[in-house]
């Protein structure tokens, strides 16, 4: 089993007045967003978890070792992020977990649940989790069967998908063979000009092969951090 945590990000509406630090750097209770991430991880080598890092990188690097870091020089959505990590992988076949680096809150069970899925179904997994909470997440689409169709990042959501209780956070176990089979297929035309990581499962789901979803309903394990507000959230939880 390896891992992806995708850290590069700036996390411009955590910038104070003379913080340099990268978002998955920020402090939550004494600690960076990053090393509760990190935690729940602790199940796998060092080595078998790559770090995407950019912005102020060498904050990164200054506080964690023994991971494999990777560099994104430029930021062009959560598909390139795991894109630029595709030399790690070329000799490896076998499940990988995406995780976010600024998501602290996952409990280490939900992790595992996922690997023993993927390992069950052999295809994709997604997380999903039931919320009202109004958090910026993509929703789940299913058809008149309750059957995966796709994702659809909130900014591109129609008034009535924003109303869709089932949220993606963006945390998937994939095959890597799969996986990285799929990146150069991804089109950046989108309300964000990015490439989506959320577009990967309708490709592989056209190809025929399984894409299955794990649903929790507690949300908690879900918050990302964005703003203040987000980590002060957190902080009442950790």
Known sequence: MRAIVLAAGKGTRLLREGDDFPK????????????????????????DISVVIGYKREKVLEAFSGYDFVMQEQQLGTGHAVKVCEKSFENYDGPVLIMLGDMPMFKQQTLLDMFALQKKTGGCVILTAISERKLPYGR???????????????????????????????IYVFDAKQLFSTLGELRADNAQKEYYLTDVPTILQKRGISVTTHTIRDDVQIIGVNTEEDLELCARYI
């Open 24 to 47: 998955a750097m920020k402090p939550l209770c004494g600690k960076p967003i990053l090393s509760y991430v990190l935690k729940s991880l602790d199940f796998l080598d060092k080595k």
């Open 140 to 170: 789940i689409v299913r058809d008149e069967n309750g059957k995966f169709v796709g994702v659809v990042e909130e900014k591109d959501c129609t008034p009535e998908q924003k109303l869709i209780k089932e949220l993606n956070p963006s």
